[in-house]
């Protein structure tokens, strides 16, 4: 009589903490955001459109801080926020730029704008994935991005749209000066220009103080006076972007020097 043949022991399934998934819901907000914003860009509710993409990147930068505290941070979650990424900042503001100012233009260039710069979105993302992986960069340069991020281009993108909302149909661009800025926008994301990285930068004590009032005073802002607010910070991040240059020449020149000592 043969011995009947014993069934194969499935692997226990690892239960996981609530919390590790809370990085990724807050990664699925942002997407969600970018999705949303389209929506009301089809609806031609403007504000609420650009609303939902300043939402989505709230969430973007608060699923990487949580990711980090609660020690979740995985290769699931990196490969999650680049597709989120993609579309919030890449897709859905090109998208909205379209169907606000664009879709009726006779030329040619509007479309190519939209298609340049979600192309210029992925692949910022994707070369940013591929650097995670480069053990023999410096320490320092942890306080770069190489480029501009994916939410500040799509912040650069709309600030034509923040002018509007604030100041209304005397600042409507002209749809070629928007696909002009637009595929800027999109070059500065691919570029290799260094940008300044606020996520590892330490401040002396002197300037905490400072730094905390100068954040509340954006905070209230942002609630009195939301499209001026975000009209300044646009305007203010573009030219701190020649600082991020210099800053970081300066840095690499001192590390030269040192290593030559």
Do not use: H
Not at 5 to 24: C, G, H, Q, S, Y
Not at 150 to 166: H, K, N, Q, R, T
């Amino acid at each position: 009589m043969t011995e009947p043949t014993p069934k194969p022991v499935r692997p226990a399934m690892r239960e996981f903490p609530l919390t590790r998934l809370l990085p990724n819901m807050l990664t699925m907000m942002s997407l969600f955001g970018g999705l949303t914003a389209v929506r009301f860009a089809m609806q031609e509710r403007w504000e609420a459109a650009a609303l939902a993409i300043v939402i989505a990147s709230v969430f973007d930068v608060l699923d990487g801080r949580v990711a980090r505290m609660l020690g979740a941070t995985s290769k699931f979650g990196a490969e999650l926020d680049s597709l989120a990424d993609l579309t919030s900042f890449g897709v859905a503001p090109a998208l909205v730029l379209y169907l606000w100012n664009l879709q009726n233009s006779a030329s040619g260039l509007a479309w190519t704008a939209v298609l340049i710069f979600a192309a210029c979105s992925a692949l910022r993302l994707a070369r940013f994935n591929t650097m995670l992986d480069d053990v023999d960069a410096p320490k320092w340069t942890k306080g770069y991005f190489t480029g501009v991020p994916a939410p500040a281009g799509a912040g650069l993108a709309l600030m034509p749209l923040f002018f509007f909302l604030e100041f209304g149909e005397s600042l409507r661009m002209a749809p070629v000066l928007l696909s002009i800025w637009m595929i800027l926008s999109g070059g500065l994301m691919v570029s290799r220009i260094p940008t300044l990285a606020m996520k590892n930068r330490r401040v002396a004590p002197i300037f905490v103080m400072p730094i905390m009032a100068a954040v509340c005073f954006i905070g209230v802002n942002l609630f009195t006076n939301t499209w001026l607010t975000l009209s300044a910070l646009s305007v203010v991040y573009f030219l701190m972007i020649p600082l991020g240059w210099v800053s970081y020449r300066r840095r690499e020149k001192k590390e030269r020097k040192g290593t030559a000592a």
